[in-house]
Every structure is written in structure tokens, then in C-alpha cells.
């Protein structure tokens, strides 16, 4: 099956840039999802980039696309305490019986240090 | 709804019993998933609902695990004989339709804990 991979852990101070990598093994993939998840809560949607985009800008976050690569990035700009959460990189697999099966990473926890 | 909600928000139980989660989906939703997180893993697929249908259950873990959804309102997922490596949270999400990818909505999670 599809394999979503990501590092476990990054910590940044608060101003600087977090950057969240994830990679994927499926070349069918048509979209791929980037989910936040705070203590005790559900994931939360952030973002989403078809797999014909190289980049999508929602104000503070950049995802970055390398289909080539197989390799799907997430910025955030201006990191704030409150952005301190499990960021799940979330791959989408081909149809079947008319559903699109999400494949989830293992999530990155992002630390945002005062 | 605001929101999908899941009850109980905690659940613990003793080994060999049974246990039944609830999800209630965003109204309106016809798609609904059950997703088990392990602690410090990623999300596991169980099983998906297009109304009251399940098309794939190739994911539930066992034979112990079984799902039920009451036309395209509220899914009970329903574990017998617990084990403790059932322990995790059990995640339910909704989206308005399964095809093409739709956004999955996700509520805040049953956390089962099996002793």
C-alpha cells in the first residue's frame, strides 16, 4: 500500500520559519492534505494542493509540491506559540469503490519555543 | 451539526469486554471514516460509510471490530472482547461525499483504554 513518511519532531523559536517535510510513494496521488492536531483535539484541515500545482499560498503557510520527488513541504511563516501542534501530511490513493482512500504520516510534532 | 462529535471522549475498560464508540457526522455528510491512532502513529484506516453502506471493510484490524451507520446520520463502531492492543483513539470523520477526494472533517476522538 502507499507509504506517507515524515519526521518526527522540529522545534523552531517563535518568529522563524518552520518548514514540515513529508514524503509519498504513490505517483497516482491527486491530492495531498496537510492536517493540524492540537492536545486532545480532532485533526483539523489546514490546506490541500492538487498534484498539477507546484505551490499553494493560504496566508502564513506555503505548501510546496516536487511530484518528481514524490515530496510535499509546508511552511509556515512567522511561527507562533499557538501553532505548537501535530502536523499529519495525508496522501490520497487511487479510487476505489467510488472512495478515495486518505493515507496519513505519522505526524510531525512542531515545538515553538518562546 | 457544528461539528462531527464522538462519544464517550474517553473510555476505560477491562480486558475481554465489549465496547461501542459513537460518531454523529457533520449533518447533511454522506460519506463517514473510522481511523484508530495508535500513541505517536500515524492514522489507521478502518473503514469508510457512503450512507448506510460499508463497500470496504478490508481495514478493520480483526474480526472483533465491527461498524453499523443508521442511514447517513450516526456510526457506532463496536469492539468485542477488548484486548490491550486495542488502546488508542478512534478517530471519526465525515466528508459531503466520497468521490473526488472530498475534505474529511474529523471529530476529537474516543481515547479507549483497554487495562
Known amino acids: 500500500g502507499e507509504d506517507v513518511e515524515q519526521s518526527l519532531f522540529l522545534s523552531v523559536r517563535e518568529g522563524d520559519s518552520s518548514v514540515i517535510n513529508c514524503t509519498y510513494t504513490d505517483s497516482s496521488s491527486t491530492y495531498l492534505y496537510w492536517y493540524k492536531q492540537e492536545p486532545g483535539a480532532g485533526l483539523q484541515l489546514l490546506t490541500y494542493?492538487?498534484?498539477?500545482?507546484d505551490m499553494k499560498q493560504d496566508q502564513r503557510l506555503t505548501v510546496l509540491l516536487n511530484k518528481k520527488d514524490k515530496h510535499l513541504s509546508l511552511r509556515i511563516a512567522d511561527t507562533q506559540t499557538g501553532d505548537s501542534a501535530i502536523y499529519f501530511c495525508?496522501?490520497?490513493?487511487?479510487?476505489?469503490?467510488?472512495?478515495?482512500?486518505?493515507?496519513f504520516g505519522s505526524g510531525t510534532k512542531l515545538n515553538v519555543k518562546p | 451539526g457544528a461539528g462531527v462529535s464522538q462519544s464517550p471522549s474517553n473510555k476505560v475498560t477491562e480486558k475481554g469486554k465489549d465496547v461501542e464508540l459513537r460518531c454523529d457526522p457533520i449533518s447533511g455528510h454522506t460519506a463517514l471514516y473510522w481511523y484508530r491512532q495508535r500513541l505517536g502513529q500515524g492514522l489507521e484506516f478502518l473503514i469508510y460509510?457512503?450512507?448506510?453502506?460499508?463497500?470496504?471493510k478490508s481495514g478493520l484490524p480483526s474480526d472483533r471490530f465491527s461498524a453499523e451507520r443508521t442511514g447517513e446520520s450516526v456510526s457506532t463502531l463496536t469492539i468485542q472482547r477488548t484486548q490491550q492492543e486495542d488502546s488508542a483513539v478512534y478517530l471519526c470523520?465525515?466528508?459531503?461525499?466520497?468521490?473526488?477526494?472530498?475534505?474529511?472533517?474529523f471529530g476529537p476522538g474516543t481515547r479507549l483504554t483497554v487495562l
Open positions: 470523520a465525515s466528508s459531503l461525499r466520497s468521490g473526488g477526494a472530498d475534505t474529511q472533517y
Open positions: 495525508a496522501d490520497v490513493g487511487p479510487q476505489k469503490y467510488n472512495f478515495n482512500k486518505f493515507y
Open positions: 494542493i492538487f498534484s498539477n500545482m
Open positions: 460509510f457512503q450512507g448506510n453502506s460499508a463497500p470496504d
